[in-house]
Nanobody, 127 residues
Framework: QVQLVESGGGLVQAGGSLRLSCTAS????????MGWFRQAPGKDREFVAA????????YPADPVKGRFTISRDNAKNTVYLQMNSLKPEDTAVYYC????????????????????WGQGTQVTVSS
């Protein structure tokens, strides 16, 4: 089992940047494919970006492509989400998730595909 803790959220003006971190404990994070999701008030949780166990494969959702970058440092058991050119519509609670029992280069883009979730971190983008 793995525990996930997100950090780095906050309030930022439109056009600004934030970097979210997700640190895993309990088991080595390199055993897991990782993903970021977000949920705005009154909306379903939506996929943001995913990364494979090795970091060799990444996949951003269309709304964030070219603005957000997912990466990982397995030595630190941490996954990052660098968010640039933020927009008010990016406002949401951001969650990281982990999926075990998966091949080195596979990624997962659905909420149902993940086994473990963090508690979330709030990102608010003002106009």
């Amino acid at each position: 089992q793995v525990q996930l803790v997100e950090s780095g959220g906050g309030l930022v003006q439109a056009g600004g940047s934030l970097r979210l971190s997700c640190t895993a404990s309990g088991r080595t994070s390199s055993n897991y494919a990782m993903g970021w999701f977000r949920q705005a008030p009154g909306k379903d949780r939506e996929f943001v970006a995913a990364i494979s166990r090795t970091g060799g494969s990444t996949y951003p959702a269309d709304p964030v492509k070219g603005r957000f970058t997912i990466s990982r440092d397995n030595a630190k058991n941490t996954v990052y989400l660098q968010m640039n050119s933020l927009k008010p519509e990016d406002t949401a609670v951001y969650y990281c998730a982990a999926r075990g029992a998966i091949s080195y280069n596979d990624i997962v883009t659905t909420t149902q595909g993940y086994d473990y979730w963090g508690q979330g971190t709030q990102v608010t983008v003002s106009s």
